[in-house]
């Protein structure tokens, strides 16, 4: 059965850091993924990263967020510094299976940016 575990979310005050990890099981990944999405909006892309490594951002988290990944592990993470409260979300892992046949998502992990 394949699995996305999300860990790490939390309250931070702006400017502040908090790192998200996925632990993914069951199958071996392609590209993983990281969204958000807040209330009555459609899931927001994050980051994304190839199984070889290669990253993409969206334009309001470039150079504040870092995606990375451990293939043997099976973990993604997603380290978030300079947060802001409009980086205030549900936070999803997303994996795509090695065929890409299947996609996967993960239960969210709450991130909440305030003073």
């Known amino acids: 059965q394949v699995q996305l575990v999300e860990s790490g979310g939390g309250l931070v005050q702006p400017g502040g850091s908090l790192r998200l990890s996925c632990a993914a099981s069951g199958t071996t990944f392609s590209t993983m993924k990281w969204y958000r999405q807040t209330p009555g909006k459609q899931p927001e892309l994050v980051a994304g990263i190839s199984s070889g490594g290669i990253t993409n951002y969206a334009d309001s988290v470039k150079g504040r967020f870092t995606i990375s990944r451990d293939n043997a592990k099976k973990t993604v993470s997603l380290q978030m510094n300079n947060l802001k409260p409009e980086d205030t979300a549900v936070y999803y892992c997303?994996?795509?299976?090695?065929?890409?046949?299947?996609?996967?998502w993960g239960q969210g992990t709450q991130v909440t940016v305030s003073s």
């Open positions: 997303y994996a795509e299976r090695y065929d890409r046949l299947r996609e996967y």
